[in-house]
C-alpha cells in the first residue's frame, strides 16, 4: 500500500483522554495496514526527572529550555526518522503543550515559539477539549509524571484558554471531548479523512 508518511499530534489537558484517543487511531490505522509509530513527550525520563526538580523551584523559563532540549532529541532521533521510512507518526503532546502550559505558566509565547523553531509542523494537530473540572474527574485514578503542573485549577483554565486560541491561530482541529471515546474518534477519523484522503471507509466502534 502507497501512501505518504503523516505527522499527527494529539494535545489538551489531564484527563481529555489523550493517550487513548491516539492510541485507539493508532491500531485503527495497523488494522488498515499502515506503519505506524505512536509516540510521546516529555519523551526521556532522565529530562521529566530534570523537569520535576528544577520545574517546580525555578519555574516557566527553565521548563521551556528543558522541554525544548527534549524535543529536539525527539524530533531528530524519532519522530524525522521515522516519517523518513514512511510511518504514520502519533505523537500524545508536541510543541503546543509548551505553549499552552509554559505560556500559562508564565513565559513569554513569542519566546516559547521562539525556542521551539526547530519543531517541525504536525499535518493534523488534535486539540481534545474538556473543562478542568471533567478532566481531574477522569484522572482521580491515572498517575501524572510531572503532578505539579497539574495541581492548580486555575492554572488549568489558562492551559485550556491558550489551547482554544491555538485552534484559530494555528490551525489545530479542535473536537469536543467530553464525549465518549467513539464519539471523539470518529471526529479524529472524519478529520484525518477530510485532510488527507485517509481512513475514509474505516469502521469506527463497529459502525
Ligand atoms: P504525563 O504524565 O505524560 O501526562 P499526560 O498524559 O497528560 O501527557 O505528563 C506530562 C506533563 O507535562 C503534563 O502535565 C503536561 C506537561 N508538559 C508541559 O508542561 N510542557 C510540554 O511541552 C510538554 C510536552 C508537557
Known amino acids: 500500500?502507497?501512501?505518504?508518511?503523516?505527522f499527527i499530534v494529539f494535545e489538551g489537558i489531564d484527563g481529555a483522554g489523550k493517550t487513548s484517543?491516539?492510541?485507539a487511531l493508532v491500531k485503527l490505522l495497523n488494522s488498515q495496514g499502515f506503519q505506524t509509530l505512536y509516540t510521546y513527550e516529555p519523551f526521556n525520563d532522565e529530562m521529566?526527572?530534570?523537569i520535576r526538580?528544577?520545574?517546580?523551584?525555578?519555574?516557566?523559563?527553565i521548563e521551556t529550555l528543558l522541554m525544548a532540549a527534549d524535543r529536539y532529541y525527539h524530533v531528530e532521533k524519532v519522530i524525522k526518522p521515522a516519517l523518513n521510512e514512511g510511518k504514520i507518526v502519533i505523537s500524545d503532546r508536541y510543541y503546543y503543550s509548551s505553549i499552552a502550559y509554559q505560556g500559562a505558566r508564565g513565559a513569554d509565547i513569542q519566546w516559547i515559539k521562539?525556542?521551539?523553531?526547530f519543531a517541525i509542523k504536525p499535518d493534523i494537530a488534535f486539540y481534545l477539549d474538556v473543562s478542568p473540572e471533567v478532566g481531574l474527574s477522569r484522572k482521580?485514578?491515572?498517575t501524572t509524571r510531572i503532578p505539579y503542573l497539574e495541581e492548580d485549577i486555575k492554572t488549568t483554565e489558562k492551559v485550556r484558554a491558550i489551547y482554544r486560541r491555538l485552534v484559530s491561530e494555528e490551525g489545530l482541529s479542535e473536537i469536543d471531548a467530553s464525549k465518549d471515546k467513539c464519539y471523539v474518534l470518529r471526529e479524529c477519523v472524519k478529520?484525518?479523512?477530510r485532510k488527507k484522503g485517509l481512513l475514509c471507509q474505516a469502521a469506527v466502534c463497529g459502525d
Open 1 to 6: 500500500m502507497r501512501y505518504e508518511p503523516l
Open 21 to 23: 484517543i491516539a492510541k
Open 48 to 50: 521529566t526527572k530534570l
Open 53 to 61: 526538580r528544577y520545574g517546580r523551584a525555578l519555574g516557566a523559563v
Open 114 to 117: 521562539t525556542v521551539n523553531y
Open 140 to 142: 482521580r485514578n491515572g
Open 191 to 193: 478529520e484525518i479523512c
